[in-house]
T-cell receptor
Framework: AQSVTQLGSHVSVSEGALVLLRCNYSSSVPPYLFWYVQYPNQGLQLLLKYTTGATLVKGINGFEAEFKKSETSFHLTKPSAHMSDAAEYFCAVSDDMGGAQKLVFGQGTRLTINP | GAGVSQTPSNKVTEKGKYVELRCDPISGHTALYWYRQSLGQGPEFLIYFQGTGAADDSGLPNDRFFAVRPEGSVSTLKIQRTERGDSAVYLC?????????????FGPGTRLTVT
């Protein structure tokens, strides 16, 4: 079975500082990996995804993530935090089986940006 | 265009009652997913529809939960004999088709509280 672990349920950084949100996964097949962001009272929005090919993936709003198979990790980074980045972030894994994109999510990391 | 909509946004019901939660997917999207998000947790997969049929209902927790999509568009999640443990945010997502090539677009969710 697939699973996702997000290290740190809360992360706080200063505006302009590096954002690093950690995600480790477990999968018995080549994984497809996703990061979603959830703003209050809104639906989840896809930030970026890794399927195959280049292991460094760039997403929206200046975020990027690197797939490291040897470390089973898919950490999310942004060089300089903005106040608007404050939200809940979810890492998810899926596999290409059965036609359904069944996402398995981590428990989420709440990002706070300090002025 | 319009995104995924869910009604009601909030539902409070008494233990033992029956509830229906509605999802209106993006027009033309053939794939529809239901997830459940308990407090402090990431979303958990419940059921996947491709067209009118439930292609994968492996995430439904028990036979009190049922979902339909009779015309391949709107879907209704039905919960019988609600229990306090059913309290959660129920999320709906749709995508152009099944499979990992297609982004899932999430609705804002229905917050269900069972008293």
């Amino acid at each position: 079975a697939q699973s996702v672990t997000q290290l740190g349920s809360h992360v706080s950084v200063s505006e302009g500082a590096l954002v690093l949100l950690r995600c480790n996964y477990s999968s018995s097949v080549p994984p497809y990996l996703f990061w979603y962001v959830q703003y209050p009272n809104q639906g989840l929005q896809l930030l970026l995804k890794y399927t195959t090919g280049a292991t460094l993936v760039k997403g929206i709003n200046g975020f990027e993530a690197e797939f490291k198979k040897s470390e089973t990790s898919f950490h999310l980074t942004k060089p300089s935090a903005h106040m608007s980045d404050a939200a809940e972030y979810f890492c998810a894994v899926s596999d290409d089986m059965g036609g359904a994109q069944k996402l398995v999510f981590g428990q989420g990391t709440r990002l706070t940006i300090n002025p | 265009g319009a995104g995924v909509s869910q009604t009601p946004s909030n539902k409070v019901t008494e233990k033992g009652k029956y509830v229906e939660l509605r999802c209106d997917p993006i027009s033309g999207h053939t794939a529809l997913y239901w997830y459940r998000q308990s407090l402090g947790q990431g979303p958990e997969f419940l059921i996947y529809f491709q067209g009118t049929g439930a292609a994968d209902d492996s995430g439904l927790p028990n036979d009190r939960f049922f979902a339909v999509r009779p015309e391949g568009s709107v879907s209704t999640l039905k919960i019988q004999r609600t229990e306090r443990g059913d309290s959660a945010v129920y999320l709906c997502a749709s995508s152009l088709s099944g499979g990992l090539s297609y982004e899932q677009y999430f609705g804002p969710g229905t917050r269900l509280t069972v008293t």
